[in-house]
């Protein structure tokens, strides 16, 4: 299978714990994305990265997250101090061109 | 603020009809603009795109219409089939940036046998 992998697929934490997620992109695609999605809603942008370089982030990235994606390659996406309103899926994108193709996505519930 | 909007939260059809999903958007600088198909705990398949210099295209069974001066889509799947069963997403990003997308909310689409 050669699309987008994401792993864990469903995570559980207790509030005040770390999480981190991983996203291997396409192996050709040079952009890589997260997104959050939660219940009803349409994934929102969290944080672009083009090759190692992380070019935008939205304002919905607190500092308890941080993604990082050394040598271009997979990319990890880390939640600290967890609380309840974290709680959604996460997902991962990537892409070569204009069109996005997105992993299967993490699920995280913070109890 | 809402940038790129689906009005119908569900939408049902008979099997072998057409389904006709609407997506209205406000941000004039979108220029490419894509449908994805998403099941429950998977994450969004792409499906159809277009770009702002054109107003259709179309990929088997689905086509996508563009309306610029309404700032406007639609996505047409013809015949409809239960395995088309699934929420679709709207779309739209500004080509040439960093190409983030802003997704509408969806619409849940029930084909009906």
């Known amino acids: 299978d050669t699309g987008v992998s994401q792993n864990p697929r469903h995570k559980i934490t207790k509030r005040g714990q770390n999480v981190t997620f991983r996203c291997d992109p396409i192996?050709?695609?040079?952009?890589l994305y997260w997104y959050r999605q939660t219940l009803g809603q349409g994934p929102e942008f969290l944080t672009y990265f083009q090759n190692e370089a992380q070019l935008e982030k939205s304002r919905l990235l607190s500092d308890r997250f941080s993604a990082e994606r050394p040598k271009g390659s997979f990319s990890t996406l880390e939640i600290q101090r967890t609380e309840q309103g974290d709680s959604a899926m996460y997902l991962c994108?990537?892409?070569?061109?204009?069109?996005?193709?997105f992993g299967p996505g993490t699920r995280l519930l913070v109890l | 603020d809402q940038q790129v909007k689906q009005n119908s939260p569900s939408l049902s059809v008979q099997e072998g009809r057409i389904s006709i999903l609407n997506c209205d958007y406000t941000n004039s600088m979108f220029d490419y603009f894509l449908w994805y198909k998403k099941y429950p705990a998977e994450g969004p398949t792409f499906l159809i795109s277009i770009s702002s210099i054109k107003d259709k295209n179309e990929d088997g069974r689905f086509t996508v219409f563009l309306n610029k001066s309404a700032k406007h889509l639609s996505l047409h799947i013809v015949p409809s089939q239960p395995g088309d069963s699934a929420v679709y997403f709207c779309a739209a990003t500004v080509s040439g940036g960093y190409q983030k997308v802003t997704f509408g909310t969806g619409t849940k689409l029930q084909v009906i046998p």
């Open positions: 192996s050709e695609h040079n952009r």
């Open positions: 994108a990537s892409s070569l061109g204009q069109t996005q193709y």
